[in-house]
């Protein structure tokens, strides 16, 4: 008897599974595909990103090499694959602000702000933005465009380049002969490095002294 009530226990089990199977079963393969897929996908992502660091490493490295064989034409063709075909890459940013460098010390000003200029647009690094747009103004400077260069520096800078922006906009102001005006700038920066600094500090009250302290 135990043994008939056994088996009819076991067939109740299978027939409720059976039946829970019929009800919920394509919910449960569906589930099942969803998140094979999605781990299929993370993978595939994840090659992606790998691929797209890997082409771009390769057109910087072949862009740092124009740049130190003064090859303009490869630096051009490099840097223009990378801007736009890997514009949120670092190596993007990077390749902008090389390039930048390069056309600056052959005194082509004109493409050496539109690199800074892309990389204050484009670049997905505040402190790439910070760097680039610090360049700029001095390349506005050299140019004598100091209003150019003080609308640049208008903009709220990362407290770490603070310092830096005051004493630049302090040389602005001086070239335009604001010499009251530098004097300001010139404390800001000194209160913005604080005991850091060193020989930047050095340098901004050697400034300072010059115009009456």
Known sequence: MALQNLDLDEQEKLAELKAWWTQYGNLVLLAII???LA???????????RNQAAQASALYDTLA???????A???RDAGGALTESFPRTLYATMGALAAARFHFDRNELKGAKAQLQWVIERSPSEDYREIARLRLAHVLLDEKAYDEALKVLEAKPLEAYAAQAAALRGDVLLARNQR?????????????AG??????????QLRLDALGG
Request: proline share 0%.
């Open 65 to 71: 090499k124009a740049a130190g064989a003064g090859d």
């Open 195 to 204: 005991s850091q600094g060193g020989a930047f500090r050095e340098s901004v």
């Open 180 to 192: 009251a005006e530098a004097k300001d700038a010139y404390r800001v920066a000194l209160e913005k």
């Open 73 to 75: 034409k490869a630096l």
């Open 39 to 49: 781990v299929a996908g993370w993978g595939g992502w994840g090659w992606y990103q």
């Open 34 to 36: 969803a998140a094979a």
